[in-house]
């Protein structure tokens, strides 16, 4: 089967790419350089929708969109679905990661708790949708640490690692965070949904 992926962020492409290539080998994932429509949704299942919908129209190709984020318990889940433009109308993650470490400056553990969320929507030439949710669990440091990764990895350190593993996403390698991260429990959730494709 073929899908076409609705996102113009290369790193979301990357971590597609390699978590299909492990869990769903014969997947053909096809890359989408179509216009990019507003998301204006409040929920991020709403502009993961609103991303593959537009795709789907303009390839007639079952598709896919990742709406994702990070969301800080202690701010009421925000940034959330504003991830990307937290700091402002341009994307500029290093902006957007030192905005969020200064306004929870005054907090400390065990209250800088957060979850990366990823949704995945699948929309079908025929029209039928279906949308899944995947959580990753963790903390934020106070400062970041380490080259890898995209967006917010630099300060994000996941639950359940090995006692003495304080390391950042951005620390990590590729292959680390795409066995655990949002991304790839979202993804997870979507293959008994790819069967009819
Ligand atoms: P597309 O809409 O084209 O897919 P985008 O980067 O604008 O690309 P989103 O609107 O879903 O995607 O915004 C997601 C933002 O959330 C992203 O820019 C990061 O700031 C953050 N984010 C999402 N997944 C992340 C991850 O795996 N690691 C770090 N930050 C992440």
Redesign the pocket.
């Known amino acids: 089967a073929r899908v076409v992926l609705?996102?113009?962020?290369p790193?979301?492409v990357e971590?597609f790419q390699a978590i299909v290539a492990e869990v769903r080998p014969d997947l053909e994932v096809i890359g989408y350089d179509g216009p990019?429509p507003v998301?204006d949704g409040v929920t991020f299942a709403a502009?993961a929708l609103i991303?593959a919908r537009a795709a789907a129209q303009h390839t007639g190709l079952p598709a896919l969109?990742?709406?994702?984020?990070?969301a800080v318990d202690v701010l009421g889940g925000s940034p959330g679905v504003f991830?990307?433009y937290w700091a402002g109308h341009q994307?500029d993650?290093t902006a957007?990661l030192e905005l969020l470490l200064d306004q929870l400056s005054d907090v400390a553990d065990p209250h800088r708790s957060a979850q990366?969320v990823?949704v995945i929507a699948l929309v079908r030439p025929d029209g039928t949708e279906d949308t899944v949710e995947g959580r990753w669990p963790g903390r934020l440091a106070t400062s970041p640490a380490g080259p890898g990764?995209?967006?917010?990895?630099p300060i994000?350190v996941p639950d359940g690692q090995p006692a003495g593993d304080e390391r950042t996403?951005g620390e990590w390698t590729a292959a680390e965070?795409n066995a655990q991260?949002?991304?790839s429990r979202a993804f997870r959730e979507l293959v008994p949904l790819l069967v009819t494709l």
Do not use: C, M, P, Q
């Open positions: 609705a996102t113009h962020n790193h979301k971590e990019e998301e502009n991303k969109a990742d709406d994702s984020g990070v991830s990307a994307k993650a957007n990366f990823s990764g995209f967006g917010y990895d994000f996403v965070k991260s949002h991304r």
